[in-house]
């Protein structure tokens, strides 16, 4: 049964959710600084086949965070303001963080006792001072993911962005300094966790957040309804790990750890992208839960919007790619015949949270798996196929087209749910633009006369193309920029 959105809308609405996106924006844009720093520095820092450690550390941690986590996370976003069995948001926080805190405890502890379970901690260094390591990276990640996820659900902007800061700071600050000392993965990766369980304490008493666990008591009701919905999901999170993770193993197994530096460095610099991305996923789930029954033409409005501003900035990216590559140390420039093509992947996962939003709102989420499992399968196939002939920048082509198939699928099944997209026109051209722009990009390396002037023929389309999407935004950020000038 299709869910149609009922109500009025307004453009003082849309000030208000654009105001609320800028305001969960700001992590984004100190993470976007920071990045920009960071990459050059690293990359002359530490060499290609130490930063694929990194990167292989960085995948593990992910895949035993599935386990932690297997939806629940989910869960606590989703009934944040319709907490089930009429319980209070603070059991709701407490049950799920319980919950995930207790699996990676439990999923700690198989690692411990089972070392050679997972062959990519094996391919790094075979000893227990990684995997306590591990152990302690993926209890502290738990736990400032919950506490992001507070922060941001509660709309606190203040906390969030303090919060943000510090696991940037943790994250992409830190192995620097110690790579000035010592450029080697495990002094890295020990700095790093170190710092995020400093920070822990900072924030996690700033609130009363949780209830004591001596006086939590189990609610079996509730407990069956959150994991009705939050379980499901956990094949979806297993998925997009498997589908993120096919092009560094296979780099690892066809190539060497230098293919991974270079692409992880190429994906550093994709990162960028993320200032739109998360910024926009910040504030967006909390806006659609809250809003989604009185809401008309609202979200097809942001739906044109957020992808005209993705498609826009992955053009200046594109445009941009021979400063940003001058910058990284010499051995990673070869990472610019492909980067364009990893840029699509968050493009498509960005516009697929506008179009399919159906499935969650509707609580079926194991259709998510539908989605990412032809992802995998379009992606793994294409890499096998490609690596051998095109090198690393086969892995960035296999990864575009997975995810091109993954937005078309989630946005036909999301749209059976939920009404979003009454035109398809703007989300094909803005794929198009991105494709073709990636294209010219890889075939014209050597030919700046033909490849510029081609990427500024598409940008000026684009802008005709989506001129009433540009007007509206110029005209918000005209008036947010003279409202904060008119505060100092």
Known sequence: MKILPEGLNSSSTTNTFINKLLGFSVVVWVSLIVSFISAPISTRLYAPEELGKINLFSVTTNFILLFAYIGIDQA???????????????????????????????????????????????TIQNNYYILVLLFINTASLVIL?????????????????????????ASK??????????????????????????????????????????????????????LKYGVPLFPVTLL?????????????????????GIYSAAVAIVSLINIVQNGFNTYWQAYIYENYK????????VHKSITFVIVIFGLILIS??????????????????FFPFLLVAPICYTIAETTGLGINIS????????????????????????????????????????????????TYIGEKYYVVVSNYFY????????????????ISQNAPFIKFPSLFVLFIITLIVYRKEFFELLKILINTYSRFNNKF
Request: charged fraction near 15%.
């Open 76 to 122: 606590f976003v989703r009934f944040y303001y319709e907490p089930p069995e009429k319980r209070s948001v603070k059991y709701l926080f407490s049950f799920c963080f319980y919950f995930s805190l207790l699996a990676a405890l439990l999923s700690g502890i198989i690692v411990l006792i089972v070392d050679n379970f997972y062959p990519i901690i094996n």
């Open 363 to 410: 609580k079926k989420t194991y259709l998510n798996t539908i989605p990412f499992l032809f992802s995998i399968i379009v992606n793994l196939s294409l890499a096998f196929f490609l690596i051998p002939f095109l090198g690393i920048s086969g892995a960035a082509i296999a990864s575009a087209s997975g995810s091109i198939f993954s937005l078309a699928i989630k």
């Open 173 to 226: 600050f830190i192995y620097l300094l110690i790579g000035l000392k010592s450029p080697t993965y495990i002094p890295a990766l020990t700095g790093t966790v170190l710092i995020q369980v400093l920070i822990i304490p900072v924030f996690f008493f700033k609130k009363k957040l949780l209830i004591p666990i001596q006086k939590f008591k189990l609610d079996k009701k509730f407990s069956l309804i959150i």
């Open 145 to 169: 993911r919950y506490l992001n996820l507070a922060f941001r659900m509660q709309q606190d902007v203040k906390m969030y962005t303090f919060l943000g800061i510090s696991m940037i700071i």
């Open 240 to 260: 997009v790990w498997v589908d993120n993770s096919i092009a560094p193993i296979l780099l690892k197994k066809m190539l060497s750890f230098e293919a991974i």
């Open 294 to 301: 009185t809401q008309t033409n609202q979200f097809y409005r």
């Open 320 to 337: 941009s790619q021979d400063i940003i590559f001058l910058i990284l140390g010499e051995k990673y420039r070869s990472a610019k015949e």
């Open 427 to 442: 989300m094909i051209f803005g794929l198009f633009v991105i494709i073709a722009a990636s294209s010219i990009s890889m």
